[in-house]
């Protein structure tokens, strides 16, 4: 079957498994290229991982971290995703059903990491189960080896409590009052405005159960306690905090509440592992990119369109792959102490936040129109970067190929 994006109101509903393998596999290049640059001039640091748990490892900032360690550092990697097998219906066509892009991606990232010969272990599961947990603390101990970098990269809509069964939601929503703002239409590049309600106090404290720090910390508990965190080990969670005209849809918001938990916890970890295990853990502030939820949220995707145009034209612009790059090999691995902020965070959204980019992203966004967005932002990319993130527009993929199956690559 020829497989085409299917959009509806700006989410990708389907996946090219082709696709989906060929973007992991430029970002496998990319690292292996930066690793042997830096290699050849002699600049890698005798500091680095060597066993890996990626929590959210199949899309975003979790595969390219997964990516980084494994194909940079050769680090043996445990992965942890919830994603949707594909189905060929058994025979019957209206059943067919593309996986989700996570669910090829992991597919892809084993296969290659087989022919590297890197050892690696993908779970498809609920990372917020307590039986997930034990599954990759039987596996560590089987493998006889201890986590010496956790990155929580999980994000999610819902939540179940693994000790009640409670389900929590949580919402992008301001809090306060109304939020509206323009967005895109993803593929014709319409502007139209949108709004969000304010929150209520349920959703607010739901937000900070689903996607605050409470799940981490659980992980690291039962890993120390299982004996499975090496000595000197590191954990990593990410955050986003942007530019001042979002933050009263995202930082000032429920999912800001929710980043402020995750880094209040990033906090308490570091003073518990420094004292049990001479550990570090930190809350990575990345920079803002196309993903699946972004396309939904108020003026994101307008501020990332002309973002991007800016940094391309200062050539500074980065991807999910880049940023990781960057946060292992001149944040997390060094040699020397891990750099950050006041607050205890790394701040890798050094060069969004940039004066001289948010002047002009400033500057652009006061004055953009219909007529004017395509020039003055990078509206190519954004669609571009959307319709990658699901396996479609990726270079070198052959998109009137028949697909044989949807249940691999
Ligand atoms: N995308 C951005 O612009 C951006 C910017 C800065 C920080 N961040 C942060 O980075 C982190 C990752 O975001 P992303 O954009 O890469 O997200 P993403 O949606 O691409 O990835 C989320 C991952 O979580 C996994 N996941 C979801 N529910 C799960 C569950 N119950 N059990 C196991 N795995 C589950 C998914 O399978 C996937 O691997 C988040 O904390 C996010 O807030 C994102």
């Known amino acids: 079957m020829i497989i085409k994006p299917l ?32 290699s050849a001039l002699g600049k890698q640091s005798k500091d680095a991982p060597k066993t890996v748990l990626v929590l959210g490892c199949s899309t975003g900032y979790g595969l390219a971290s997964r990516i980084t360690a494994a194909f940079g550092y050769k680090a043996v990697t445990i992965g942890v995703s919830f994603e949707k097998e594909g ?13 989700t892009p996570g669910w090829y991606n ?24 307590h039986e997930m947990r034990k599954n990759v603390i039987d596996t560590l101990k089987k493998m006889d080896r201890k986590v010496d970098l956790l990155v929580y990269s999980v994000a999610s809509s819902v ?50 159960k689903v996607m605050g720090g409470e799940d981490w910390a659980i992980w690291i508990h039962q890993l120390k306690e299982a004996g499975v965190l090496a000595e000197g080990v590191k954990t990593v969670a990410y955050s986003y905090i942007g530019p001042k005209l979002s933050h009263a849809i995202y930082r000032d918001g429920t999912i800001g509440s929710a980043k402020k938990h995750l880094e209040a916890t990033a906090r308490d970890l570091n003073s518990e592992l420094k004292n049990d295990l ?68 790394i701040r890798i959204d050094d060069y969004e936040l940039d004066p001289k980019v948010q002047a002009e992203v400033d500057k652009r966004m ?19 970067d959307f319709l990658a993130t699901n396996g479609f527009d990726v270079d070198g993929v052959d998109y009137e190929a028949d697909v044989k199956t949807l249940t691999s690559i």
Do not use: W
């Open 366 to 384: 006061a004055t953009v129109t219909q007529e004017n967005l395509s020039e003055i932002g990078d509206l190519e990319g954004y669609r571009h």
């Open 159 to 208: 939540r179940v409590d693994p000790d009640n069964g409670t389900i929590y939601r949580s919402v992008l929503k301001p809090v306060g009052k109304v939020f509206s703002g323009a967005t895109i239409d993803c593929l014709s590049g319409r502007i139209s405005t949108i709004s969000a309600n304010p929150a209520t106090e349920e959703e607010i404290a739901n937000t900070v």
């Open 106 to 129: 992991n597919m892809a990232f084993d296969k290659y990491a087989k022919e590297a010969g890197l050892e690696a272990v993908t779970y498809n599961g609920d990372a917020f189960s």
């Open 87 to 99: 189905s060929d219906g058994d025979g019957d066509s209206s059943r067919e059903k593309t996986g």
């Open 278 to 345: 001479n550990g570090e853990a930190y809350v990575s502030v990345n920079k803002g990119l196309v993903t699946r939820s972004s396309a939904v949220i108020p003026i994101i995707p307008m501020y990332i369109s002309i973002l991007f145009k800016v940094m391309k034209e200062l050539g500074n612009h980065e991807g999910c792959i880049e940023q990781m790059e960057r946060l292992f090999t001149e944040r997390l691995y060094t040699g020397s102490a891990v750099p950050t902020d006041s607050e205890n965070l």
């Open 7 to 38: 959009i509806r109101s700006n989410m990708c509903i389907n996946a090219h498994p082709q696709g989906c393998a060929a973007e992991v596999k430029h970002q496998i290049e990319y690292i292996e290229k930066k690793f042997a640059e830096r």
